[in-house]
């Protein structure tokens, strides 16, 4: 079983379009994680949200925590194909290990 | 400032040889990360390390897998009599103290083992 769960788990958009990722999970988080990674490429950090309910924007990336911190989603406005990769979300579990834990991750394509 | 540094990129083992994956971490880190990765799936963790410990390794193999994180040199993960099983990117990363709490992992660009 996955700790956390990442739909869609593809997604092939046209330029200029907008797009919503989400990353569901039966446990509480204590902070949370969003990665791009790129074809043979590490992972990179975007950002990490921490308080339920907040909203952060890099930006054209908009990025919320649930309030119950259970959940997030990515918001991509006007996508480009720039914006091509794998979108992973990951974050240490309340109450025990501080290992990060990643979900299988959104393989976004953006066509020109 | 230099990122997480990982060698080699690329590594061709046959079958029965061993594997040695480095791993050195971002100046002033002194907390790593091996994680693998295969096709269609997401990051798997393996073990985590500080300076000369072993803080938890509950994903990694028992046998055949070992890590260490000298005082001196990078993190080393050896693999021992590969398996075609064992083909797969080896991500490492790193954080600061203040990163081990809020999970925030910065990564190399992975080894990609492939064992023929």
């Known amino acids: 079983t996955q700790l956390l769960e990442q739909s869609p788990q593809f997604l092939s958009i046209q330029e200029g379009e907008n797009l919503t990722v989400y990353c569901n999970s039966s446990s509480v988080f204590s902070s949370l994680q969003w990665y791009r990674q790129e074809p043979g490429e590490g992972p990179v950090l975007l950002v990490t949200v921490v308080t339920g309910g907040e909203v952060k924007k890099l930006k054209r990336l908009t990025f919320q925590f649930g309030d119950a911190r259970k959940d997030s989603s990515l918001h991509i406005t006007a996508a480009q194909p720039g914006d091509t990769g794998l979108y992973l979300c990951?974050?240490?579990?309340?109450?025990?290990?501080?290992?990060?834990?990643f979900g299988r991750g959104t393989s976004l394509i953006v066509h020109p | 400032n230099a990122g997480v540094m990982q060698n080699p990129r690329h590594l061709v083992r046959r079958r029965g040889q061993e594997a040695r994956l480095r791993c050195s971490p971002m100046k002033g880190h002194s907390h790593v990360y091996w994680y693998r990765q295969l096709p269609e799936e997401g990051l798997k963790f393996m073990v985590y390390l500080q300076k000369e410990n072993i803080i938890d390794e509950s994903g990694m193999p028992k046998e055949r897998f070992s890590a260490e994180f000298p005082k001196e040199g990078p993190s080393i993960l050896r693999i021992q009599q590969v398996v075609r099983g064992d083909s797969a990117a080896y991500f490492c990363?790193?954080?600061?103290?203040?990163?081990?709490?809020?999970?925030?992992?910065?990564f190399g660009e992975g080894s990609r083992l492939t064992v023929l």
């Open positions: 990363a790193s954080s600061p103290q203040t990163g081990v709490n809020t999970g925030e992992l910065f």
């Open positions: 990951a974050g240490p579990a309340s109450g025990g290990s501080y290992i990060p834990t």
